[in-house]
Nanobody
Framework: QVQLVESGGGLVQAGGSLRLSCAAS????????MAWFRQAPGKEREFVAA????????KYADSVKGRFTISRDNAKNTVYLQMNSLKPEDTAAYYC?????????????????WGQGTQVTVSS
């Protein structure tokens, strides 16, 4: 049974920072792309960032470029999302996802495994 468990969400003021973590278990995630998506109330789930197994390639949504950084520690089977300069429009439930291979898909349909999500709320 594959499990992805997110943590690190919370309430933060605009301009602040948070670091999300996603711990993977149930298999070795070598050669898996790991990604973060988010979903605000009443909106569709949208791509945030993705990273290849080696960490050599990353991709970001335009809305978070320069503010968010995705990274991973394969020894710990954990992926991180460092979020700086947070804005109220970043408020959403953030989900970790995984897919095999090296393609940095921005389409949620391309991911096989999902976590339960962690809530991020940014107050103005």
């Amino acid at each position: 049974q594959v499990q992805l468990v997110e943590s690190g969400g919370g309430l933060v003021q605009a301009g602040g920072s948070l670091r999300l973590s996603c711990a993977a278990s149930g298999r070795t995630f070598n050669n898996y792309v790991m990604a973060w998506f988010r979903q605000a109330p009443g909106k569709e789930r949208e791509f945030v960032a993705a990273i290849t197994w080696s960490g050599s390639s990353t991709k970001y949504a335009d809305s978070v470029k320069g503010r968010f950084t995705i990274s991973r520690d394969n020894a710990k089977n954990t992926v991180y999302l460092q979020m700086n300069s947070l804005k109220p429009e970043d408020t959403a439930a953030y989900y970790c996802a995984a897919r095999s291979g090296s393609y940095l898909s921005t389409d949620r349909r391309g991911y096989n495994y999902w976590g339960q999500g962690t809530q991020v709320t940014v107050s103005s």
